[in-house]
């Protein structure tokens, strides 16, 4: 085995310096290499921001007074925490997370996944408890050149959209009517207990149903959670489905509230639905061999994109690592490795030649 002599010692430290020097060129050489689908990613995000912007402008048209404790970013899409339609508990956190514009760059990612293009139809079913999520959704669609077919249940768990006379399906509307987003519900439910207010008074079913009937929706209020599961089914299935999205904890899609623990956050090709007794809208399709999109648990959908939780202000779209990715320039690497390997080579040869001729000389 070669053993380097004494000799070497000064060319062993000026290798170490070469090779110092080489990694901090290798270093300093990193470049940001646009993710997959960035232009969609962009759009989508783009579209998201100027649609909560909207809905911003129109609030303070209107004279609401943001609460600048709940709701920082002063979007209008964070309500009240009790109202006549608050549903259910609420986390004000995840509902401050949803604000952000990139969420909509996560949703591009997971359609590219499912191989969706233009011209696909897919079902989606929101509720009002997280109405920036539900743009961000219809955002992604409209830059992919989706048909949708959109059902909403208008009840809202806490801090979600919660104002009576300001629901989700007005936010809808008002985003169409400006010609943000072209999708509007072809029909909408209570939401709440069994998917038809239940838990809620008189009063708030009420406003809920005027909500419905000022936007000109199909109201779906039959006897039952099964009865208003089989319409949704039937209105959802006057198109050829191509894949289903679930937004929030809406019953009627979920079936049974713990049903929503069942699946993680992101796109599911293939789901094990033996074992689930209740099967709402969602579950239903699974059935069916339909690619199903689950957005419950938020906070982990953003922690597995490295988004930031609740930030304030909201960033610009664009930030994050679901468009742009730090990599090493693999040509500047590769022309240091050979450089390194050429000079330990040279020093070797050397090192031996020397070692060769001092026992020839002995």
């Known amino acids: 085995m070669y053993i380097p002599s004494a000799h070497s010692k000064l060319s062993v430290i000026m290798l170490l310096i070469i090779a110092l020097v080489l990694f901090l060129w290798v270093h300093n050489s990193r470049v940001w290499v646009e993710q997959k689908a960035y232009d969609k990613k962009m759009q989508a995000a783009e579209l998201t921001q100027h649609a909560i912007e909207t809905i911003r402008e129109y609030r303070m048209q209107q ?5 600048e404790l709940n709701d920082p970013n002063k979007t209008g899409l964070i309500g009240e925490k009790y109202s006549l339609i608050t549903t259910d508990r609420g986390d004000l956190t995840a509902k401050l997370t949803t604000l952000n514009p990139n969420i909509a760059a996560i949703i591009v990612e997971l359609f590219e996944k499912a191989r969706l293009n233009k011209g696909n139809v897919i079902a989606v079913n929101v509720t009002g408890s997280m109405p920036a999520l539900n743009i961000a959704v219809l955002s992604a669609a409209k830059v992919f050149g989706l048909d949708v077919v959109l059902i909403s249940s208008v009840g809202a768990s806490m801090f979600g959209a919660t104002d009576p006379y300001f629901t989700w399906l007005d936010m809808e509307t008002l985003l169409n009517e400006k010609g943000i987003l072209p999708y509007k519900s072809v029909a909408a439910s209570l939401g709440g207990g069994r998917d038809l207010g239940r838990g809620l008074s008189k009063a708030g079913r009420d406003l809920i149903i005027e909500s419905i009937e000022r936007n000109d929706v199909e109201l779906i209020q039959e006897k039952s959670l099964e009865k208003n599961i089989e319409r949704k089914m039937e209105i959802f299935e006057r198109g050829n489905i191509d894949l289903y999205v679930n937004v929030g904890g809406g019953l009627s899609s979920l079936g049974d509230a713990i049903n929503g623990r069942l699946l993680l956050p992101g796109l599911h090709k293939h789901v094990i639905t033996r ?7 969602m579950f239903l399709f699974a059935e069916k061999g339909v690619p199903v999109i689950h957005l419950l648990d938020v906070r982990k959908l953003s922690e597995d994109y490295n988004l930031p939780i609740s930030p304030v202000p909201l960033p610009e779209p664009g930030t ?18 050979a450089i390194l390997v050429i000079l330990i080579g040279i020093v070797i040869f050397f090192d031996k030649s020397q070692q060769q001729f001092k026992e020839n000389i002995q």
């Open 63 to 67: 004279g609401y007074t943001f609460d």
């Open 275 to 281: 074992n689930i007794p209740k099967k709402g809208t």
């Open 320 to 337: 994050g690592q679901m468009f742009l990715e730090e990599r090493y320039n693999l040509t500047i690497a590769s022309v240091a490795l």
